[in-house]
């Protein structure tokens, strides 16, 4: 995963540095054609175009943007250089979400130190078209534009402020933001320093001595480290130095902002404690027995480090304060009902598991910001005290010549003891192995993780949040990429590589599934969890001072036929209470079954049906007693697929689409469905073949009612049960 931290204030502008979507690009010599418009509403950015005229110190530094647009939720869009590709320009974005990763017939950079170049970007609707010094440099479409609202800010210098790679070095002379798409004309025209029809929304003119948007939108300006402005120009020294531009009080690079959470008193902590728990107990939306943050914002709220060790199941999650990315520490006996720890893994950590070393030790393999992958040691079995190795990082020295010199990231790893070795994956769109006799080192590059591509992946999709483990007779990749979501690879782990023959996703329609996590525990059992957006595209709800909600605890196995197995973990039913049974109930065609004594938004539901003739047959839940808000979970045999369609589940926010993971019955098969709701969170899972996932947002306390329908024909259904679910969150 990208290293994103949030700010709690208000969304800003960075030039400086950058994360980055997929797409077309447009023919040599051709370029879409652009109309300047009027400026959207006052506080509303979607059209735009980003200017910068810049000169790279070197043409070897990686991940530094001349100018990026961010909204404070860490979603942004900018001009960046060398992110995926050394030496060339790209539009960089939060996740990868619009950047294109293909670059590689684009273009390499030449100019030198003294060389100004004029970099523009155009955002047009779902079009993104890069201009070198007025030329079409690359174009491509996205699936989703960005909005960005009233309160964004600027950063010159940090890629973003929560990014801690990849620093610009080199000179700014010039930087604009326009509300409107220019045309390639308008680029041409441009000259820095000088002022241009239309006007820009923020324009730093560095002519003038002075670092300030000369056009107020972002009146109040700081420099950090060692940048300045001199001659005209904008100096950015590499990392540390940087500027931010924005409106009131400024983040930073290293998290020295204010909290902005409700209910936040300030002065009274019991009393602050009381009124936090009060609010997120009278939240309708937050879950009850899926575990969440216990309070604030976690962006991300990856599950790592999860190991079983001592009796009891350890699971850590990403979260943010002022000394950056933390792992917050839970155990659990049951899985559900979670106990608090100490936080001893703390700032600028990032994903990555835990595992035994030789001397029978806990070990986080885990990546550093700013500094790379690395390792830290348990020195207590409550796992509470941790030591980071002084020999930190793990990332292998390599110099030119050196065959993977210059080749991997250091980035996501995931480590292991294989007989008297230690591996690490090291994440990216180039995977690599590493491996050492000792954990202090000194580590090699044996080469790819990947020995070959699988049918419909490319061998560059980027492997993030890699989990690696044998099950069955085979070994599993469980992973993420940015663009696909959660995934996994089958395959045979040999030669010191993997050779992955089966994919598949875990999240279709828009990736809110994401960052698994897994653990084997002294059962045997593989369980695995996931991190679940709020909303697609990495959205944070913020109104009642809490974002971070993870999956049910699945249970992950090889069937006969060698194909994954997900369940969920047998001590979900510690929780059930209440049962209602229902037997034979018969589905006529087109038509619904309202069940009256079965009702509620914390509930599993068991459902066994024989599609007989139907299309579709399932059941709805959240559904008002109209309809006007429902959310269907079912069995679409035309598409061979389980479906939770959620286009009705709220009359007002949130996604309306349906996912759709691929799920066929066999002849004659009944269909088996256990469904969980846990406010805004619905499970599914189909015949432990298959599971799905969504976030729901009723708006009617009565969108509790649960109904059975079958589509298209008649269907019998065998079998209903129903609990209700008793809370395992405090609150």
């Known amino acids: 995963m990208d290293e994103l931290r949030r700010c709690r204030l208000l969304p800003f502008v960075v030039l400086g540095i950058v994360p980055a979507a997929t797409g077309w690009r447009a023919p040599a010599g051709e370029e879409p054609k652009a109309e300047a418009k009027a400026p959207p509403a006052a506080g509303f950015i979607r059209d735009k175009t980003l200017v910068a005229w810049v000169s790279p110190a070197n043409l070897t530094q990686r991940g530094g943007s001349a100018l990026t647009l961010e909204d404070g939720e860490d979603r942004f869009d900018a001009i960046v250089f060398g992110e995926l590709s050394a030496g060339k320009w790209m539009a960089g974005s939060n996740f990868f979400s619009r950047t294109h990763k293909d670059q590689g017939s684009w273009p390499s950079e030449t100019a030198d130190s003294k060389t100004v170049v004029q970099m523009a970007i155009v955002y047009k609707g779902n079009e993104i078209t890069i201009y070198r010094d007025g030329k079409v440099y690359a174009a491509y479409r996205v699936d989703h534009p960005q909005d ?148 604030d914002y976690a962006m991300p709220f990856d599950p790592n480090g999860a190991i079983y060790w001592k009796g009891r199941y350890h699971l850590f999650y990403i979260f943010q304060d002022r000394r950056g990315h933390n792992w917050g520490h839970v155990s659990s006996t049951d899985l559900f009902h979670w106990g608090h720890h100490p936080t001893g893994l703390v700032s600028r950590m990032f994903s990555g598991n835990c595992f035994i070393n030789k001397d029978g030790r806990p070990t986080m393999c885990y990546h550093q910001v700013g500094q790379g992958n690395a390792m830290a040691v348990a020195l207590d079995d409550e796992l509470n005290e941790w030591k980071k190795l002084d020999s930190n990082p793990i990332t292998p020295k390599t110099k030119p010549g050196d065959p993977h010199h210059d080749k991997y990231r250091s980035w996501d790893p995931y480590g292991w003891l294989e007989g008297n070795t230690y591996y690490a994956i090291f994440g990216g769109n180039r995977p690599a192995i590493a491996k050492a006799y000792s954990l202090e080192g000194e580590w090699k590059y044996v080469g790819d993780l990947m020995a070959n591509s699988v049918a419909g992946v490319s061998i560059n999709e980027d492997v993030s949040c890699a989990d690696f483990f044998r099950i069955g007779d085979k070994h599993m990749l469980l992973c993420i990429s940015h663009g696909l979501g959660c995934r996994y690879y089958l395959g045979e782990w040999k030669g010191e590589q993997f050779h992955p023959t089966f994919h598949e996703k875990m999240s279709w329609v828009d990736n809110s599934l994401f960052a698994p996590e897994s653990l084997l525990d002294d059962k045997g059992r593989r369980i695995m969890w996931a991190w679940i957006f709020d909303e697609p595209g990495f959205k944070v709800h913020r109104r009642n001072g809490w974002s971070g909600t993870m999956s049910l605890p699945r249970e992950l196995c090889l069937g006969e ?171």
Request: proline share 7%; charged share 25%.
């Open 148 to 295: 960005f609202g009233a309160g964004s800010f600027a950063v010159m210098g940090v890629r973003h402020v929560a990014a801690g790679t990849g620093w610009f070095s080199g000179t700014i002379q010039d930087a604009r933001i326009y509300t409107v798409p220019l045309t390639a004309e308008q680029i041409a025209t441009l000259k820095p320093s000088q002022p241009s029809d239309p006007k820009p929304l923020a324009w730093w003119n560095f002519a003038s001595g002075k670092a300030e948007d000369v056009m107020g939108r972002f009146p109040d300006t700081k420099l950090f480290g060692k940048a300045k402005v001199a001659d005209g120009m904008l100096h950015l020294d590499g990392p540390g130095s940087y500027l931010v531009s924005g409106r009131g009080e400024l983040p930073s690079w290293n998290g020295e902002h204010a909290s902005t959470r409700p209910g936040s008193v300030g002065g009274d902590p019991i009393a602050d404690t009381r009124t936090l728990r009060a609010i997120l107990l009278a939240d309708p939306y937050r879950p009850q027995y899926h575990f969440v943050i216990p309070e």
């Open 561 to 731: 036929d060698g194909r994954l197995r997900l369940r969920p973990v047998e001590e979900m039913q510690l929780l059930r209470y209440d049962e209602q049974a229902l037997e034979i109930v018969a589905l006529e065609a087109d038509k619904e079954v309202a069940l009256d004594k079965i009702t509620g938004n914390t509930i599993e539901l068991l459902v066994e049906i024989e599609p007989q003739g139907a299309k579709q047959c399932g059941v709805k839940v959240c559904r008002s007693p109209d309809g006007a808000e429902q959310t269907l979970v079912y069995y679409d045999a035309a598409d061979q697929k389980l479906k939770i369609d959620i286009r009705k589940a709220s009359l007002g926010e949130g996604p309306r689409n349906i996912e759709a993971g691929p799920f066929a019955l066999k002849e004659g098969e009944t269909l088996t469905l256990r469904v969980f709701v846990d406010k805004s969170v619905v499970e599914a899972f189909a015949n432990d073949r298959q599971a799905a996932m969504r976030r729901i947002y009723p708006t009617r306390a009565d969108s509790v009612g649960v109904a059975l329908f079958s589509q298209g024909g008649q269907a019998l259904v065998r079998r209903v049960k129903a609990w209700k679910m008793f809370p395992s969150n405090p609150y």
